[in-house]
């Protein structure tokens, strides 16, 4: 008995002989796609096909899609780092009132902030409007039930990570301005679906190699804020501190009236990340020791994460 496989495998490649150019075009084009898409649910090549789609509806294997996600992954990368620096280092400098009458735009950092939540939101709209592939290995092309597969998903945590707290705690006249860096740490959330997506390249060594270098490198970078950050809330209330000592290596000591005495942002940034990469690898000099209790329980933290 005939079960249709015969017919199937006919037509199937009787078709491309009645367009050829257009469906090895398409095939090009979904090839091409699905090697450089972040997508960790994109189809097998012998499996995959161009879909009917409706105005408006990205395949998520698309060429233009996985451009666009390498962007996403480029600015999620980019507030991987500012967001803990500036939640740390720049704390002060966006409390001072000077700041607050020059305005939201005056700050270079925050325009660029701005133009990033833009383009998260933008990213939003995209998904809502980009296909996926269900437990049928069947690409979904309904906008209805790529919608609700969004919501259902990501797009909780996408919309927060889009929201420009800095920019509406600013217009509503707050003066918790320092809330709105530690509300822009919900960007970080975003890394979680970024890991996701780099999956898909743990086959390749050189790839793998590479991703845990920028890992180290990134951890670095954030307990090198937590570690100023520390230092920064205690040493109002203490001398003893590593940011005293460094103003005292230095030669830059700290004047009460002069908010801008003591050392700079570059030193107080290099420092702290020397200090945490050293304790990381476990290759301390002693230059930079903790002293108060809380820098050492930070320390030993730090030492711990650096044996795992």
Not at 37 to 62: A, G
Not at 217 to 223: R, S, T, Y
Request: glycine share 6%; aromatic share 12%; net charge negative.
């Amino acid at each position: 008995p005939d079960d249709g496989r015969g017919s199937g495998h006919q037509d199937g490649a009787a078709q491309p002989a009645a367009g050829k150019g257009t469906v090895s075009e398409r095939h090009r084009e979904g090839h091409a796609g699905t090697v450089l898409s972040l997508e960790s649910d994109v189809l097998p090549e012998y499996k995959l096909q161009v879909p009917e789609t409706t105005w408006w509806i990205l395949l998520h294997y698309s060429p233009f899609k996985a451009f666009w996600d390498w962007i996403i992954l480029l600015l999620v990368l980019y507030t991987a780092v500012i967001t803990p620096y500036s939640a740390a280092f720049l704390l002060d400098e966006h409390g001072n009132p000077r700041q607050r009458r020059c305005g939201y735009t005056c700050n270079p950092l925050n325009v660029t902030d701005l133009m990033v939540d833009v383009l998260f939101i933008v990213d939003i709209i995209i998904n809502f409007r980009t296909t996926y592939v269900d437990h049928n290995d069947v690409v979904v092309t309904q906008p209805s039930r790529i919608a609700k597969h969004y919501i259902k998903g990501w797009f909780p945590i996408d919309m927060l990570a889009a929201t420009p707290f800095d920019l509406l705690i600013f217009r509503s006249g707050s003066d918790e301005v320092n809330i709105s860096f530690l509300l822009k740490t919900a960007r970080l959330l975003r890394l979680v679906r970024v890991a996701r997506k780099l999956d898909r390249y743990s086959e390749y060594g050189a790839a793998v190699l590479f991703l845990l270098m920028c890992t180290f490198v990134l951890i670095a970078h954030w307990l090198a804020c937590i570690w100023y950050a520390i230092g920064f809330v205690e040493r109002p209330y203490t001398e003893t501190g590593w940011l005293d000592n460094l103003a005292e290596q230095l030669g830059k000591a700290y004047n009460e009236s002069d908010s801008t005495s003591g050392p700079s942002v570059k030193d107080k940034y290099v420092t702290a990340l020397y200090f945490t990469l050293s304790s990381l690898t476990s290759v301390g000099f002693g230059n930079v020791s903790p002293n108060t209790n809380s820098e050492k329980i930070f320390s030993i933290c730090v030492m711990v994460i650096g044996c795992e």
